[in-house]
């Protein structure tokens, strides 16, 4: 027996020693060309040097990127060439299609503004937009060669590359995503050819008129989801795409945002300027909501003379419920997860919270981001906890005499609180939940102040109204790792204590 198995043994050893060390190479072609498709051009291209069975299987990759801005030299080259084929940029690209064999489904193009003026661009768009029917995904981007300043608020005289689009009737385009572009008043009967098929719209950095953005979406009524990020040139958004579901706004300065989507189950609002009043929203089918006020976005409004005030989380509640009688439906009553930039120190901001939480049948997560407070901010008064709001009975109490949502008896599980400083009404609010909440399951605090052990502490030893919740306390910065160690320590003694 014992003979046999060092027999055994001897063999085993014998085929680790001839096996490949080249495993990726014995994987099917089809895997190959997956892990391929994820490369750039370039990176692609020199996979045809690690083994004969990597050669050429580049030619077969579904996605190629161009990237000018990684190439050494891209000078012009001389007069005499190839339609297309203007610079090196435009070179290697010609050499790549002469080369390609596979089905492309997706290009990206990344240019310098010389590839538009001297139409590369134009050419190399059409030409694979006709040639590779089963394209669905195209991507450009125009790289900058002078940055602009961030955050992403743009001066007047800031300069960006038109974008003329040739009719793309003929296109089966699913996404689009543009970036550092001007669109021209011709962009909206472009796209009209492929308006219902195109499901992905990304628009960053782009100046476009109210006419032609506006143009464009009612062109793409097909659209399931949009971003428009960093953008400018328009004051009023009106989107009314029957079948979006995911909407992207951020850092934009605009008098008017009209939303009537039906349909809309995630909405990502980030540092948008936009009076309260000029934000009309319709959607009962609303699943995510996640909103974030940049601080500094409101600093730079003030240095820039911008009259856009900051959007906020407040505004957003007031606004678009019938808290303040703007509206008469309930866009947060299917609400999942929310994900919010609120000051629980704030009366006002907690109490248009607190009627959100009555709203919301649903909500299973909750994540709150208390901001922090800015010097300039502090020196003005900002940090005033009433914020004009006048309470008959101390604010102190003000989570107690808060009667139980739906969601808390049913529904809540998870709540976030980062920023945490430990001040009494960040306390208040998560001691409501800890005594309230009947299916919390976890309840994590996210802090980068060294001084809360105490309210850490308290928080731990109060009684729970849900078996299965646990308290975390997480750090963000070095300064506060001893803390977080001993409030877990603590968490995880009391935990053992319950059961």
């Given at each position: 027996m014992a003979s046999e198995t060092k027999i055994m043994?001897?063999?085993?050893?014998?085929?680790a020693l001839h096996a490949p060390s080249d495993r990726l190479s014995y994987l099917p072609n089809e895997l190959l060309t997956m892990v391929i498709s994820s490369l750039s051009v370039a990176e692609a291209a020199r996979?045809?040097?690690?083994?004969?069975?990597?050669?050429?299987?580049?030619?077969?990759?579904?996605?190629?990127?161009?990237?000018?801005?990684?190439?050494?030299?891209?000078?012009?080259?001389?007069?005499?060439?190839?339609?297309g084929t203007g610079s090196l940029y435009g070179t290697v690209i010609c050499m790549v299609f002469n080369s390609y064999v596979g089905d492309l489904t997706s290009v990206s193009f990344k240019h310098f503004p010389r590839s538009i003026a001297v139409g590369e661009l134009?050419?190399?768009?059409?030409?694979?937009?006709?040639?590779?029917?089963?394209?669905?995904?195209?991507?450009?981007?125009?790289?900058?060669?002078?940055?602009?300043?961030?955050?992403?608020?743009?001066?007047?005289?800031?300069?960006?590359?038109k974008l003329n689009f040739r009719p793309m009737d003929s296109s089966n385009l699913n996404s689009l995503e543009l970036t550092n572009y001007t669109m021209t008043t011709s962009t909206p009967e472009a796209l009209n050819g492929c308006g219902w098929k195109l499901k992905i719209l990304k628009l960053k950095n782009m100046r476009m008129s109210d006419d032609v953005i506006n143009g464009v979406l009612r062109k793409c009524l097909g659209l399931e989801s949009l971003s428009i990020v960093e953008s400018k040139g328009f004051k009023t958004l009106k989107i009314n795409n029957p079948w979006l579901k995911f909407l992207e706004l951020g850092w934009l300065i605009v008098n008017e945002v009209n939303l009537s989507v039906e349909r809309l189950e995630t909405l990502v609002v980030d540092s948008l300027m936009c009076p309260p009043k000029g934000l009309k929203i319709y959607t009962v089918n609303l699943k995510i909501f996640h909103l974030s006020c940049n601080s500094i976005a409101q600093r730079m409004r003030i240095r820039r003379s911008y009259n856009q005030p900051l959007l906020k989380t407040q505004?957003?509640?007031?606004?678009?419920?019938?808290?303040?009688?703007?509206?008469?439906?309930?866009?947060?009553?299917?609400?999942?997860?929310?994900?919010?930039?609120?000051?629980?120190?704030?009366?006002?901001?907690s109490m248009a919270l607190s009627y959100i939480l009555r709203l919301s049948l649903c909500l299973e997560t909750l994540e709150i981001t208390i901001p922090p407070v800015e010097e300039d901010d502090f020196l003005a008064g900002a940090n005033n906890s009433y914020d004009n709001v006048c309470l008959s009975f101390p604010t102190s109490m003000f989570w107690e005499r808060n009667n139980l949502y739906n969601c808390m008896n049913h529904t809540l599980k998870f709540v976030t609180i980062k920023g945490f400083t430990g001040k009494e009404q960040e306390v208040k609010f998560i001691?409501?939940?800890?005594?309230?909440?009947?299916?919390?399951?976890?309840?994590?605090?996210?802090?980068?102040?060294?001084t809360i052990l105490k309210e850490?502490?308290?928080?731990?030893?109060?009684?729970?109204?849900?078996?299965?919740?646990?308290?975390?306390?997480?750090?963000?910065?070095?300064?506060?790792a001893q803390l977080t160690s001993q409030v877990n320590n603590k968490m995880s003694f009391l935990d053992s204590e319950e059961y």
């Open positions: 043994k001897k063999e085993e050893d014998e085929t996979t045809s040097t690690l083994a004969k069975s990597w050669q050429g299987l580049w030619r077969h990759a579904e996605r190629l990127e161009f990237d000018e801005t990684t190439m050494p030299r891209p000078s012009i080259l001389p007069k005499k060439r190839q339609i134009d050419f190399w768009v059409d030409f694979v937009l006709n040639k590779f029917r089963k394209i669905n995904s195209l991507s450009l981007e125009c790289e900058r060669l002078v940055p602009e300043p961030e955050p992403p608020f743009f001066l007047m005289g800031s300069k960006s590359v505004d957003i509640f007031e606004y678009c419920t019938d808290l303040l009688g703007y509206n008469s439906f309930n866009i947060f009553q299917n609400i999942l997860i929310a994900s919010i930039d609120l000051d629980l120190n704030n009366i006002r901001e001691q409501h939940i800890i005594k309230n909440a009947t299916t919390i399951k976890k309840i994590t605090i996210i802090s980068d102040s060294a850490a502490e308290a928080l731990l030893i109060l009684p729970r109204n849900s078996i299965y919740l646990s308290i975390i306390f997480k750090s963000e910065s070095d300064d506060v």
